[in-house]
Nanobody, 119 residues
Framework: QVQLVESGGGLVQPGGSLRLSCAAS????????MNWYRQAPGKQRELVAT???????NYADSVKGRFTISRDNAKNTVYLQMHSLKPEDTAVYYC?????????????WGQGTQVTVSS
């Protein structure tokens, strides 16, 4: 079983920055795409950013130029650096990863970390 644990959320003022981390642990053979999603109150979960195992990235239009996704394959960890945060970025942020464990494929979600942007 592969587990994902996020950290780094919190309260920040508009225009501020936060860095989220998500570490995968368990019987991991390989991880393909790693993703960050977010879900605001009353809204559907949306894909924020994706990074492939060779570092190709993609972003939602709403965060392009402000958020940067990166990963450390040696640590099985994905990061989301967020700058110029806006109140509309307020949401629970979830990481997601898919790959192969020691004996089967996996797709896992973290428990979520709250990001609140408010003055």
């Amino acid at each position: 079983q592969v587990q994902l644990v996020e950290s780094g959320g919190g309260l920040v003022q508009p225009g501020g920055s936060l860095r989220l981390s998500c570490a995968a642990s368990g019987s991991i053979f390989s991880i393909n795409d790693m993703n960050w999603y977010r879900q605001a109150p009353g809204k559907q979960r949306e894909l924020v950013a994706t990074i492939t195992n060779i570092g190709i990235t993609n972003y939602a239009d709403s965060v392009k130029g402000r958020f940067t996704i990166s990963r450390d394959n040696a640590k099985n960890t994905v990061y989301l650096q967020m700058h110029s945060l806006k109140p509309e970025d307020t949401a629970v942020y979830y990481c997601n990863a898919a790959g192969r464990g020691s004996d089967s494929a996996f797709g896992s979600w973290g428990q979520g970390t709250q990001v609140t942007v408010s003055s």
